[in-house]
């Protein structure tokens, strides 16, 4: 164990935008679970002594449900009656008196479900909850705690490797700032942290080194924690001053609902620049028929704020499931049958998908552009223009998301009228790295120097091309990085509704040739640190 | 005895929560219910993970057995469980 002087400076990505000081609270690494084991030839105690585990971890769910509120509290009423299950307990009870004790009796009697629910994903995951449960059970039985005890009362950071949603259902009002060893940008923690607005840093690896009663700063906007540091250390976010009325290109809202077609009409926003379509379908249990789509379109084109409204047709995949469509299980359903791929097998839902739009398009007199995600060739990027062209009075594009298409752009002059990047997606499948994978945050930054140069490429080669290019990924939504983008040559951004303000603010504060200027020291960056550090202080000097 | 044949709509079939819905139903209404796909052996509705286990998917038949004589109360008990697999 290294200990760590005041001053010493651990550096991660940060979220939120205001520091806090509070003093450090680790988090426990979880004890290990005794391994399988014999009783002593009490078969009746070992059975109460199980009954009385299952109690208690029932009772625990319970705690969680009302916790959770209620749209998660069915979710552990249902664990709860698994937990419960005669039949689960009878397997617990043979396994008993075949000689198992009770913790390893109920495991094996869990373990013994594989077989049954094997290759059945609704069930799989359930399984996986059963199994926590399992341990939390054997747990009890051997006196382990596997709660996060965390305090009530004072300011603590807490500081942890990763923290699971059934982690974070516990953080208590004594949870000033959060720490992770692991995560990334986009992980539960992260998630969680912005919309209750406690500072944390994500992907920390030095924070291994932090131990219970230190003070310590967590700074976001400086993506890092100061051992000691107080509030007068705190990075200050770069304050953009408007320089003109216009941002040097416009700025676009993300939708992905009626809600949020209203809401993104309070901003400034000019048009939208992402509405993400599945959300409409994935609540349907069968096909809504075309009347319904043509509807539902009509009353978000309508709401939507002033400007074109880039549409993107279902981005949908075997991970996140339309019901009413067939999407099997597949292994890696981030490079599977998903977006526009689907068109192999749901041709039709596709055409009615563009069908239902023209209809709304009609009625509301908005300018429409419809985009396919998960494009990957040429000759796909060029039949879905042909179908959406056939459908519809539109402008038509596709996403950039994988590096083939990146590569192909000059193949589509004269085929499309725009490309919109998809950061996130991007970064994945640049860097081959899962999103969904908590210890690979690092190499999700979009401030990683590989993803500025190919965003270099995609604009230089969109606008030899004559295709309009814009970005509508995560990384739009900050300002700084926004600022970069529009130096890169990009025509548009789009943010999420709350960024729509802020990054208009950066883009109005820059001339375009100043932003060029910065989107030169971002591409002569060698790590994902010093591009993020040189931009903010290239910005600092402009400002 | 009273059976009906009932139909899964909910689109990830007869997974936790309606298997759970259900079981607990039975459970309170102290009646023995027996539930299987159609043309299979039926099974005790008092386990949800044996109900789970019987892998019925969107679209399959149910048959749903109760052991009572009194129709009102079989029909009470059988809308709730097709309400339960509606998802």
Not at chain 2, 75 to 83: E, N, R, S, T, V
Request: glycine share 8%; with cysteine; hydrophobic share 45%.
């Amino acid at each position: 164990m290294v200990t760590l002087a005041s001053g010493t400076i651990l550096t991660g990505l940060g979220v939120g935008l205001n520091a806090v000081r509070g003093e450090v609270f680790r988090v426990k690494p979880q004890a290990t679970l005794p391994g399988p084991a014999k009783h002593a030839g009490d078969a009746a105690g070992e059975k109460e002594t199980l009954r009385g585990a299952i109690h208690h971890v029932a009772g625990y769910l319970d705690e969680l449900s009302v916790k959770a509120g209620e749209t998660s509290a069915e979710i552990f009423e249902a664990l709860k009656m698994l937990l419960e299950d005669e039949d689960l307990f009878e397997t617990a009870i043979a396994e008993i008196e075949s000689g198992w004790n009770a913790a390893t009796a109920f495991i094996v009697a869990v373990d013994s479900l594989d077989a049954i629910f094997a290759g059945d994903a609704a069930f799989e995951e359930r399984l996986v909850d059963l199994k926590d449960l399992a341990r939390r059970v054997a747990a009890h039985i051997s006196g382990i705690h596997m709660g996060l005890d965390l305090p009530t009362t004072g300011s603590y950071v807490i500081v942890g490797d990763d923290f699971s949603p059934a982690d974070t259902a516990q953080f208590t009002d004594a949870v000033v700032g959060v720490v992770t060893i692991k995560g990334g940008p986009t992980s539960h923690t992260a998630i969680i942290c912005r919309s209750r607005s406690i500072p944390a840093l994500v992907c920390c690896p030095q924070a291994v080194d932090l131990v219970d009663g230190m003070q310590v700063l967590v700074d976001p906007v400086g993506d890092r924690v100061v051992v000691g540091g107080d509030a007068s250390m705190a990075t200050k976010a770069i304050s953009f001053v408007a320089k003109s009325l216009d941002p040097i290109i416009p700025v676009r809202a993300n939708i992905g609902s009626l809600e949020d077609s209203i809401q993104a009409a309070t901003t400034a926003a000019n048009g939208v620049g992402l509405f993400r379509t599945e959300l409409l379908y994935l609540s349907e249990t069968t096909m809504p028929p075309a009347t319904k789509q043509a509807k539902s379109y009509a009353e978000i084109l309508k709401a939507a704020p002033e400007g074109p409204i880039v549409v993107r047709t279902i981005d949908a995949g075997s991970d996140k499931p339309v019901p009413f469509l067939d999407m099997p299980h597949e292994e890696n359903p981030a490079l599977g049958i998903r977006g526009f791929r689907l068109i192999q097998d749901h041709r039709q839902f596709l055409i009615d998908q563009l069908e239902s739009l023209e209809v709304a398009r009609k009625e509301t007199g908005r300018e429409v552009w419809v985009m396919a995600p998960m494009i990957a060739t040429a000759s796909e990027a060029i039949e879905f223009a042909e179908l959406a062209r056939g459908s519809g009075d539109y402008k038509v594009g596709i996403m950039v998301e994988t590096p083939a298409i990146a590569m192909a752009l000059a193949d589509l002059a004269g085929k499309l009228d725009f490309i919109s990047v998809g950061t996130n997606d991007l970064s994945q499948y640049l860097f081959a790295a899962d999103r969904m994978n908590a210890g690979l945050g690092a190499l999700l930054n979009p401030w990683q120097p590989a993803l500025v140069r190919m965003l270099q490429v995609i604009a230089s080669e969109s606008e030899k091309a004559g295709i309009s290019s814009g970005v509508c990924g995560e990384s739009a939504s900050d300002p700084a990085f926004a600022v970069v983008l529009a130096g890169l040559g990009f025509n548009s951004v789009s943010a999420s509704r709350s960024q729509v303000g802020a990054v208009r603010s950066a883009l109005s504060a820059v001339t375009l040739e100043q932003a060029q200027e910065v989107a030169k020291v971002a591409l002569a960056a060698t790590t994902a640190d010093q591009c993020k550090s040189a931009v903010l202080d290239a910005l600092a000097t402009l400002a | 005895m009273i059976t009906t044949t009932v139909t899964i709509e909910d689109p990830i079939g007869l997974h936790a929560r309606p298997a759970g819905q259900i079981v607990k139903l039975v459970k309170e209404s102290g009646l023995t219910v027996r539930m299987g796909k159609a043309g299979e052996d039926l099974v005790l509705a008092n386990s949800p993970l044996r109900m789970m286990a019987l892998k019925a998917k969107t679209g399959e038949q149910m048959v749903v057995e109760v052991e009572t004589d009194d129709q009102a109360v079989a029909d009470a008990l059988f809308a709730q469980i097709k309400d339960f697999l509606k998802g």
